[in-house]
Nanobody, 123 residues
Framework: QVQLVESGGGLVQAGGSLRLSCLAS????????MAWFRQAPGKEREFVAT????????QYADSVKGRFTISRDNAKNTVYLQMNSLKSEDTAVYYC????????????????WGQGTQVTVLS
């Protein structure tokens, strides 16, 4: 198991940007594919973006493609989510996740979750 702590959420105007960070504990961070999910009030948790163990592969939900970028720094045990051109529908709690050896997009493939960070986009 890996312990995950997110940071960087907050309030932002529509059209603005935020960068989320997720710090992982332990010395095996590079052995985990990582992902971001989000959950809006009254909705199910949904996939946002995922990245392979070496950062060479990424996938995005259609709703964020072209606006969000996932990246990782294995030397710092950190995965990032750069969010640009934010919309009110991006408002949600964002969760960092470790998905094991492959960069899955399904919620049931997640092995470890962070506690979440709130992102609120004001229209």
């Amino acid at each position: 198991q890996v312990q995950l702590v997110e940071s960087g959420g907050g309030l932002v105007q529509a059209g603005g940007s935020l960068r989320l960070s997720c710090l992982a504990s332990g010395r095996t961070f590079s052995s985990y594919a990582m992902a971001w999910f989000r959950q809006a009030p009254g909705k199910e948790r949904e996939f946002v973006a995922t990245i392979s163990r070496n950062g060479g592969g990424t996938q995005y939900a259609d709703s964020v493609k072209g606006r969000f970028t996932i990246s990782r720094d294995n030397a710092k045990n950190t995965v990032y989510l750069q969010m640009n051109s934010l919309k009110s529908e991006d408002t949600a709690v964002y969760y960092c996740a470790a998905t094991g050896s492959y960069y899955y997009t399904q919620v049931d493939k997640v092995g470890s979750w962070g506690q979440g960070t709130q992102v609120t986009v004001l229209s």
